[in-house]
């Protein structure tokens, strides 16, 4: 088994023997008073409180609580209980749940504070994950070294409702939460249980919770099923985080009654696109197509390309259930077997989706372009739009390679232009950020029978290319209309915090690789080289996803700031509104400036941008979860044999390894090395053999066993392929 290289139940002891000196006994005194602001203590209290038991030192504790009070430090009432003085800082705050021992205090940007707040978990007040409180600071920072605090009060539950387990005894039951930050179960009275049966996946309701009791009581509300089957597993995910389980019936009706036909009086109020060559590129398996390209070539001979987009808020108005309900989900969410729609199928499959052989209303930036893809002139507004085709990305790529079948001149020439657009890119700072990314076969059932790792060919970045342009466009306009006053939703990426790319440098160095960390242009230069430099190597995957993370996250706000990754000055979210909300405000906003409208004020409209950023997380978190629930799945079904794989973290109590044929990360744990006792050497993020000396460390290539899968904790437990079998699989 394992150990850490610093013995913490040494450091643990209490030294209540030594006898302070006076100023060291004061100043231990202050502290405490200090950090518990508001409570008053007599002499006998605070020596008990801080664990005084040599004789002298508890005999001066009043004598130095009177001296403290007399310099001001300190208060007494009449009788003779003391309380500080010094009035600590109150903050607002999201909490982030660590483990069942303490939680950090994430404070609001208002405070202007740098660093995240320590909680102890008796100082929580049942405070969980995502919570929003109001906190007490303590004046003076703990042993941990740390900013420390206790929760005041809780501002907003974020949830109240969990996925878990029941364990039903003969006379109560718990519900376990599968959720990993919600650290209690859930006290469920027999009464309350909805009819589950013991192991059932259930989704209980938070009723109470007093000060007193360690675990919350609740009640099932939705009962799911039998732990591991697909479905759900599934529905255990989405209960998980907060997704919707169907669509409402009003918006439905609404959609249902809106007209197929579109009225001639429309079209007239419309640029007609009709008779220009368009098309559609999508996924195979995709039934929601938001956008499509036109082409033609002008009498100067320069190309005429048409982005156009479905016109979703012609369809969907302001203060409609539709509307409300678009707002609420924000975002469509793409789990691993199926789709959540932000909009109703009659609009995202049939009115809205840019089928072929059909007229269409759409939204467009039509671009005047000469052969070295400079734009000469745009256009944007509203049109009206005929699909002649739809391609998957695979039969696109495979006329482009073979110089034939539908359209293939046209998008070859698309593909010149797209090359040419993205080495601009590449030229003026954009980042170039190739990750792999991992799909599932599944059958009728949901049981993964293969994965396949997606590939990105010319068509994927053909697509890509024409749909930053238009985005690109669209802000641009808006931007240079009025120098940035107006008000508009734009999608931004701040600078990344060197500090943090200093970190990044240091993780790519474990593999090998060296970044220089620099300023500016410079910075997506080196990140550049690195990205090329790992490209069919086995670390490619891990080294691209941390290299995100060291990253700012991209928001939607309406400051125009600019947009770091891609190298835009000003950039925004035209191009898919069946499936996200802000396009929709985008849409609506340009519509409004196109025809003359003033700037609203931008509260409402910055409050809408939190919230889709608040949703589009919900969605990332949502579908990561999904597809790892498919690959502890898959590895429990895959074939008991030795896996090539690679080290992604060292930590006291496991090692993380990235399995490189299935792209699954499982841990190794500390406990179960049995072939030597292991050190962890947290600075080098390694551990090392204490009789052998063999050292375990970030970026290692290693050979490794599946000996353990759990579906309810989404966990792959691992063993290295040449330590002594602890136990067989299971």
Known sequence: MGRKSDNKSQRGKKNSGKVLDTAQLAKKILNFLDNHYGQEFNAKQVAKKLEIRDSLNKGSVEPILHKLTAAGSVSKNPRNYFSSTKEPEFIEGTV????????????????????????????????????????????????????????????????????????????????????????????????????????????????????DDKNPTGKVVRVLGKSGEHEVEIHSIMAEFGLPFEYPEEPVQEAEAIPEAIPQSEIDNRRDMRDVPTFTIDPHDAKDFDDAISYRILDNGNYEIGVHIADVTHYVKPKTSLEREAYERATSVYLVDRTIPMLPERLSNGLCSLRPNEDKLTFSCVFEMSEEAKVVNSWIGRTVTHSNRRFAYEEGQENIDNQSGDFYQELTILNDLAKKLRKKRFETGAVNFETVEVKFK?????????????????????????????????????????????????????????????????????????????????????????????????????????????????????????????????????????RRYPDMMVHRLLQHYLDGGKSPQSDDWEDKCLHSSDREKRAADAERASIKYKQVEYMSLAEDKDYEGIITGVTEWGVYVEITETKCEGMVKVSEMNDDYYDFDEKNMRLIGSRTKKIITLGDKVVVKVVATDINRRTIDLEFADNEPTRKRR
Not at 561 to 566: I, S, T, W
């Open 96 to 211: 982030d749940y660590v483990n069942p021992r303490f939680a950090f205090i994430k404070p609001d940007a208002k405070h202007n504070l740098t660093e995240d707040i320590m909680v102890k978990e008796a100082d929580l007040k049942h405070a969980l994950d995502g919570d929003r409180v109001r906190i007490m600071v303590f004046p003076v920072r703990g042993n941990s070294g740390r900013q420390e605090g206790k929760v005041l009060e809780i501002l907003e539950r974020v949830r109240d409702e969990f996925v878990g387990r029941v364990e039903i005894s003969p006379r109560f039951a718990f519900v376990v939460p599968d959720f990993r930050k919600m650290h209690q179960d859930v006290f469920v009275h027999k009464g309350d249980l909805l009819g589950a049966e013991h192991n059932q996946k259930v989704v209980v309701k938070l009723t109470e919770w007093r000060e």
């Open 442 to 578: 599944l059958d009728e059932k949901g049981t993964p029978l293969g994965l396949v790792v997606k590939e990105r060919k010319d068509i994927h970045k053909l697509i890509e290319e024409f749909m930053l342009l238009a985005n690109r466009t669209v802000a641009e306009f808006i931007y240079h209309k009025n120098k940035g006053k107006d008000t508009f939703v734009y999608r931004t990426h701040d600078n990344p915090d060197i500090e943090r790319l200093e970190t990044f440098a240091g993780f790519a160095k474990r593999f090998g690789h060296e970044l220089k960390v620099a300023e500016g242009s410079q910075i997506s230069k080196a990140l550049n080289k690195l990205m090329d430099a790992i490209i069919g190597k086995p670390e490619q995957n891990i080294l691209e996803q941390l290299a995100i993370r060291s990253m700012a996250k991209a928001k939607y706000t309406t400051e125009p700031k600019g947009h770091f990754g891609l190298a835009f000055s000003h950039y925004t979210h035209f191009t898919s509104p069946i």
